[in-house]
């Protein structure tokens, strides 16, 4: 029998899996629970939805805070994040459908860090902090320095998720995001991009490229942004697009091929820059 | 464990492995076979019930996680012979062909419709935006699309 | 109500089916049942030598079948017996997950474990993929050849030295090859059956299935029993396609196999990345098309030649070929045609039954190059079809004279009057408009219904109501219903007193198979028939109180198999589409913006029911063309589960614009004819027409991908 612990706080949660770091950490169960008919029975599950403290978005002078329980139809339904942070609103409406939003959170996806979560590259390009809680305490991490391969990430085996810190975007920032799936909802990606630009005189002062769906792991592209700070926006598309060339290299999988994924991966670039003027 | 919830309005219990999936739950432990399993996987919607008011494919949620929760199922839907409105567009407009994809779409269009989730520019967009979890392979959606509309027309 | 025929009667199992009460397969009460799993084969082609049993399971617990165990032949039977039930150690496996051995527990997952621990040893031995290596016959699967079976319709010539004459008369030829690719049925229901011998020593079978006669059939032989010794009954059945067409046989002798062994009622349902593995999908289809014109731009020779994969076994692809090859020249006027057809053996998992049955396969092909006919004449794609096409006094490739029920003005007149604007591109989005035009004959081809002599009983109870009794399933093309319609209008009487009962062989005659666009048209008019007659002698009181009617042909109906000649049908639905489409610069992604389908049925019995299953029809073909796929790698299919196997969601589709036509054909059901297949013929042509129109590039393979079109573009 499967023991199952539901903890009522952050703290009793961190206790939790400290004391019990081989069971399963479980909220909306939309990764872990796929085919879970024929899967391994796990020794335990520290249930981690609606966990208080965990729920919940919030403004503040510097940014937004997006509780690590936050459903992606709290983030989409969040007025603040679909003005200002609209491309995670964007990326958490065409993360599957109706049902996986209600029950897929942020803390999940980031959790997993799979290279083709949804909302990873947006995370990146919009300079997501994460919030890692264990009874050692507190501490936070970048999520550009978060997930460090396929599906592996820097999250000790006795630490949890608790939030996702985002920044206000500068007042110059233009902000972009496509995600390009096998069909046009219940997909899954096989491109993702996802840009912060920040255009002051017509010069592109500072830009973060992430794209998703195209390595081991969702990744900011500092060709691209090395290539394009400090060009005229009209001229940025192309010098992004000539950076990206080499900075890639995507493969064939059952989903989509590799050239197809870089050519568009250099579109969506491109397009962001276009966009610009 | 012993897992106390409530369905359809009654309180249930059934003695389960808290990893059992709430599918498994329903339609083993409390025979209640209106929710079908179409993939397993969480991509076909035919699983398809309401947990604490939100929609969830039940092929995805652990049984200890609906331990004092309430679940609504298909079942749920018509008050005795009554059927709901969604559930009577369905019929009327043809939504409804094979039908092993109806109880996901009548649960998630009820859901749909009585939270008024439908009111935009575009509500048939927004239909099959908010439907597209629930795949049906016989009816080419048109007519599913036809009696959510007429659904959410009577009750507005 | 005073006509039933005609008005939108909601489903008479609808109420059912929205309150989740009706009770398919797996949700039936069965206490006491196993479950049942399937050893299958890991390799494509190799000897099976025996088992390994991972002795940490409990052995004991469970009950384990072989073809051994098997009481009559080991075979499926259906037009041939070369498909085994379960492959016998010693014998050959001649595809990935073919079964091999069952196992019974009292738990589904303890079967499935089970299963899991017994791991099958082969030799392997070299598979061939291709039709290229199979007509080279680098492995010897079949025959002396591989060839399952092959046609050969001549029209207008005798030889092919006059044929190639008739070729080399023409100022233009338009010369080009084409893919249609293999397409999962996706009911939502994954197969399901149960079995159980009773005391009285028959064994019942209930399952999801569309011909409860074709598991009786099979059963009768692989049981080693007469007609009498087993009972099939059809559960609410969660959809079929052409899916649960022939493969419920194999399901149906799994499971008596396994309830034999056990001594208990054993019920089996697949998984749902099982069912994608290992059942039938439809045929991928490699054509060779030359379509002949002169100078007035009239057609003056057609050549198809058609290659189908098969897959392991020879399943029902004789048949598929057959119906291909009857639509391979299309609806058009032509006096010189030559269609060859060729189906043959490979190492991938059998292709079988899905809607359309071979048509679409040809369909793609002939409505491409009537595109590029236009193209290359600088001509209207409209235009051109109205001006070519068959019409009543006409003849067909197989030389059959056309006479009632011919469709063709009003489907491209209806789709004429809805054209609206051209679609109008953008910088970022390259629009195009695409037509496709089509016809598909309804029923068994030739000869079949005849042989087939189907029946249907109409019986007057003594509580005032009528029972029908049929073997034709409600899969959910809504047969309950028009059956109670027609039933209802030729008696006289409401449609409440009407019951159409449950297909169980001890309680229904033969009406032959849920297939072929046959249901409404052929036992729907049997329905007719017996209403009419049973309401005669109500009125003459003469104590006829059941009334049993079996297929007549109309008169002047006779095709000649032996040379493909003659009347392939008695009649054709004809139908038309447009698509418009909207194709992304920037992801080669491609939107359908509209789709007008008209579609001549005949006579619409239940316009809702219709109109729901051309739109059905219509989205898996608009699938088909832009985004389904069965992916194979080294036999297997690699793309086995619903996330990656993918059908269109509610947001892929169009709205859908259907128009419902009506040519009465003089011997159906108040004029019905078939609608079942013939929406899942055109509009996947149609999709390619409009891409080549948006974008400049020829989309002769399907499925047109946003891959394949930045590998065109490149």
Request: proline share 5%; net charge negative.
């Amino acid at each position: 029998m499967t023991d199952y612990l539901r903890p009522r706080s952050i703290e009793e949660a961190a206790e939790m899996i400290a004391a019990h770091p081989e069971f399963m950490k479980l909220a909306g169960a939309t990764d872990l629970m796929v085919d879970a008919k024929h899967k391994r029975v796990p020794a335990g599950i520290v249930d981690l939805w609606r966990v208080p403290g965990m729920v919940g978005i919030a403004e503040t002078d510097r940014g937004i805070v997006i509780r690590a329980g936050a459903t992606w139809l709290d983030v989409q339904r969040h007025p603040a994040i679909a003005t200002r942070w609209a491309p995670l609103a964007a990326a958490a409406r065409e993360i599957g459908a109706l049902q996986i939003q209600a029950r897929g959170t942020l803390g999940g996806n980031v959790g997993t860090s799979s290279p083709v979560g949804d909302s990873l590259p947006v995370l990146l390009a919009l300079d997501a902090e994460l919030e890692l809680a264990s009874i050692r305490g507190v501490r936070r991490v970048p999520y550009r320095e978060f997930c460090v391969g396929y599906r592996k990430t820097a999250l000790a085996a006795d630490e949890l998720i608790i939030a996702a810190h985002l920044p206000s975007p500068s007042p110059h920032a233009r902000l972009g995001w496509r995600k390009v799936g096998t069909r046009r909802a219940q997909s899954i990606s096989k491109v993702m991009g996802a840009a912060a630009i920040e255009l002051i005189d017509g010069t592109v002062a500072s830009a973060r490229v992430a794209l998703g769906a195209i390595a081991d792991r969702p990744i900011r592209i500092a060709a691209v942004e090395a290539a394009v700070t400090g060009l005229q926006a009209r001229h940025a598309a192309e010098a992004a697009r000539a950076a990206l060339r080499t900075a890639i290299a995507p493969i064939d999988d059952i989903r989509s091929t590799s050239v197809y994924r870089r050519t568009v991966a250099e579109n969506l670039v491109a397009r962001f820059f276009t966009d610009l003027t | 464990m012993k897992l106390e919830l409530t369905v359809n309005g009654e309180a249930r219990d059934a003695d389960v492995n808290p990893w059992k999936r709430l599918l498994d739950v329903l339609r083993d432990d409390l025979r209640l076979t209106g929710t079908k399993e179409g993939c397993g996987e969480g991509e076909c919607g035919a699983c398809t019930v309401l947990l604490d008011g939100e929609v969830a494919n039940s092929c995805m949620v652990a049984a200890g996680q609906c331990h004092g929760r309430t679940v609504t199922t298909v079942e749920g839907l018509a008050t005795g012979d009554v059927l709901n409105a969604v559930q009577r567009a369905l019929l009327r407009c043809g939504g409804a062909q094979c039908g092993i994809c109806t109880p996901g779409i009548a649960v998630c269009a009820s859901h749909v419709v009585e939270h008024k989730l439908l009111e935009s520019d575009d509500p048939r967009a927004r239909v099959r935006e908010l439907l597209a979890g629930n795949i049906c392979r016989c009816t080419g959606y048109q007519l599913i699309v036809d009696a959510v509309i007429e659904a959410a027309r009577e009750l507005s | 109500m005073h006509r039933p025929v005609g008005s939108s009667l909601p489903r008479v199992d609808g109420v059912a089916k929205v309150t989740g009460r009706a009770r398919y397969l797996d949700d039936l009460d069965a206490p006491g049942a196993w479950h049942g799993a399937t050893v299958r084969s890991n390799v494509a082609h190799g000897r099976l030598v025996g088992f390994d049993r991972d002795p940490s399971v409990d052995w004991s617990q469970v009950v384990i079948a072989t073809a051994a165990d098997i009481p009559g032949k080991n075979a499926i039977a259906l037009i041939e017996d070369d498909q085994p039930a379960l492959v016998p150690v010693g014998g050959i496996t001649m595809h990935h997950d073919e079964a091999l051995a069952l196992i019974a527990a009292p738990t589904r997952a303890l079967a499935f474990a089970a299963m899991r621990a017994m791991k099958p040893k082969i030799e392997p031995l070299p598979a061939i993929f291709t039709v290229e290596d199979s007509l080279a016959t680098k492995q010897l699967l079949y025959g002396a050849d591989n060839v399952f079976k092959q046609f050969l319709i001549r029209k207008g010539h005798a030889s092919d030295a006059e044929f190639e004459a008739a070729i080399a008369r023409a100022t233009h030829v338009i010369d080009e090859r084409y893919y249609t690719s293999p397409q999962e049925q996706m009911y939502i229901e994954p197969q399901a059956m149960m079995a159980e011998w009773a005391d009285d020593g028959r064994c019942y079978i209930v399952g999801s299935m569309q011909c409860p006669y074709y598991v009786h059939k099979a059963m009768k032989v692989l049981l080693g029993c007469d007609g009498d010794g087993v009972v099939i009954t059809q559960s609410v059945t969660g959809g079929g396609f052409g899916g649960k067409e022939e493969y419920p046989s194999m399901l149906a002798a799994h499971v008596a196999v396994l309830a034999k062994r056990a001594g208990r009622a054993v019920k089996m349902t697949y998984d749902r990345d099982e069912d994608l593995a290992a059942t039938t999908k439809r045929h991928p289809a490699w054509t060779h098309h030359r379509l002949a014109v002169d100078a007035a731009g009239e057609i003056v020779a057609i050549d198809v030649d058609c290659v189908m994969d098969g897959g392991a076994y020879l399943t029902l692809s004789p048949v598929v070929l057959s119906r291909g090859v009857l639509h391979a020249a299309g609806p058009y006027r032509c006096p010189v045609v030559r269609v060859r057809g060729r189906v043959v053996a490979t190492n991938h998992p059998p292709h079988g039954a899905f809607r359309g049955f071979g048509a679409p396969q040809t369909t793609f092909p002939y409505e491409r190059q009537i595109q590029k006919l236009a193209r290359l004449r600088g001509e209207d794609p409209l235009e051109l079809r109205k001006r070519l096409a068959l019409r009543s006094g006409d003849t067909t490739a197989t030389g059959q004279l056309l006479g009632f029920s011919v469709g063709t003005d009003e489907v491209l007149g209806a789709i004429e009057a809805r054209l609206g604007p051209k679609p109008v591109s953008t910088d970022r989005k390259k629009r195009g408009r695409g037509f496709a035009f089509y016809f598909h004959g309804a029923g068994f081809t030739g000869s079949g219904e005849q042989r087939l002599a189907g029946k249907c009983t109409l019986a007057a109870l003594p509580d005032g109501r009528f029972e029908v009794r049929s073997s034709s399933t409600d899969i959910g093309q809504g047969a309950l219903t028009i059956f109670t319609q027609i039933a209802a209008q030729g008696l006289g009487v409401d449609p409440e007193r009407i019951c159409v009962i449950e297909p169980k062989t001890s309680l229904v005659p033969d009406s032959g198979p849920t297939v072929a666009s046959r249901t409404c048209m052929v036992v729907g008019g049997l329905v007719e028939k017996c209403a009419l007659e049973l309401r005669d002698h109500l009125a003459a009181n003469d104590g006829v109180l059941e009334v049993t009617k079996q297929y007549e042909p109309p008169p002047g109906i006779s095709f000649d198999d032996a040379t493909y000649t003659g009347s392939a049908y008695p009649v054709y639905g004809w139908a038309a589409c447009l698509v418009d489409v909207a194709v992304d610069v920037d992801t080669f992604e491609v939107a359908i913006e509209r789709c007008v389908h008209a579609v001549d049925v005949g006579k619409a019995i239940n316009p809702m029911i219709v109109k729901g299953q051309i739109e059905g029809g219509t989205l898996q073909a608009l699938g088909w063309a832009l985004l389904e796929n069965v992916i194979y790698k080294d036999g297997k299919v690699a793309n086995a589960t619903m996330t990656n196997c993918i059908v269109p969601t509610f947001a892929d589709c169009p709205e859908l614009e259907t128009i419902t036509v009506e040519v009465p054909y003089p011997f159906g059901p108040s004029g019905a004819k078939g609608v079942g297949e013939i929406p899942m013929d055109g509009p996947a042509a149609a999709v390619a027409n409009a891409v080549e129109d948006a974008l400049g590039v020829a989309c002769d393979s399907l499925p047109i991908s946003p891959e394949s079109l930045q590998r065109s573009l490149s």
